[in-house]
């Protein structure tokens, strides 16, 4: 060792007292283990007792809202499909009867993607509208009847506490021989008696669309108040969405004669008439989108 002599006996005495502690623990943890083993042994398992369930979730709110009106317009036989939401300017906007440059494509307030331009198509964008898909379908489908229903996300540069940049809309198309107004109210009818239930109604309203001629405001009336009148709706009546007849060209850039056959429309959120079937008032919107249990576990 290269300890010298004089130190030897100090480094001994503390080897020994190290080892004597160290067993000493050892000893008493073996003692612990046995003692727990022992009582693990004795212990009666209640097999009758009740066990823990799993904490069960449930769809999202809005998942449930599509899948409940996928459900009321199939059973009227309208096709649910999917159309791009990365989508062409012409879809979205030309097509529709929005020429470019035309001053109504502002209020859409469009994401753009870098990108080349197509030569017809134009820039490509994320769709802010469902009703891009309305030429796609009569284009793919090339002669009536149509009963379209596309539900998809649509985006606009929009998010405050009452919008955000990501939302969902329905879109409802139908196009053949002698389709009329009064066909599209009794859809707008039964939708609303079906979803919000059978004491509420709807109306129409005068309204201007690029897209459908004439054009309408849809409104239901309110749950809480029953069309009274209530700080929800002031005056009785909701705001859904938008409606009317196919325009003429939008027929023509599907490749429908207008001669022979007609058309009707309607766009609506889906976040929107979510929360006027619950009757309530979200202050915030992204709510909706955020990941807050506290929230979301109430629906």
């Not at 503390?14 to 046995?34: F, G, M, P, R, S």
């Not at 820039?123 to 309305?134: E, M």
């Not at 379908?137 to 919008?163: F, G």
């Amino acid at each position: 060792s290269k300890l010298p002599i004089e130190k030897r006996p100090e480094i001994g005495t503390l080897a020994n007292e190290i080892k004597i502690n160290l067993d000493d623990a050892i000893e008493n943890k073996n003692e612990t283990l046995k003692q727990d083993t022992e009582t693990a042994r004795k212990q009666k398992i209640d097999i009758t007792n009740p066990g823990i369930l799993p904490q069960l979730g449930h769809l999202h709110l809005i998942t449930q809202a599509i899948e409940e009106i996928t459900r009321i317009f199939e059973k009227i036989g309208f096709n649910k499909v999917r159309h791009p939401e990365i989508e062409w300017d012409w879809y979205a906007f030309e097509a529709l009867n929005f020429p470019k440059n035309h001053p109504a494509r502002d209020e859409w307030e469009t994401f753009f993607i870098e990108s080349e331009k197509h030569p017809e198509k134009g820039p490509i964008i994320l769709t802010p509208h469902t009703s891009s898909g309305q030429v796609r379908e009569m284009l793919k489908k090339k002669q009536p009847p149509i009963r379209m229903l596309n539900i998809a996300k649509c985006y606009r540069r929009q998010s405050d506490v009452s919008h955000t940049p990501m939302f969902h809309q329905f879109e409802g198309l139908v196009v053949d021989k002698e389709i009329s107004i009064t066909n599209l109210k009794g859809t707008l009818d039964y939708f609303v008696k079906s979803y919000f239930g059978k004491d509420r109604v709807s109306r129409i309203r005068p309204y201007h669309f690029q897209f459908t001629e004439p054009s309408f405001e849809v409104d239901v009336s309110c749950g809480v108040c029953k069309g009274k009148g209530c700080r929800l709706c002031k005056e009785g009546w909701l705001e859904m969405g938008g409606a009317g007849m196919v325009h003429p060209i939008v027929l023509k850039h599907g490749g429908i004669d207008s001669n022979k056959f007609t058309g009707f429309a309607f766009g609506w959120g889906v976040e929107r008439v979510l929360m006027m079937k619950e009757g309530i008032e979200i202050d915030d919107l992204r709510l909706l989108y955020s990941s807050k249990l506290e929230f979301l576990e109430q629906f």
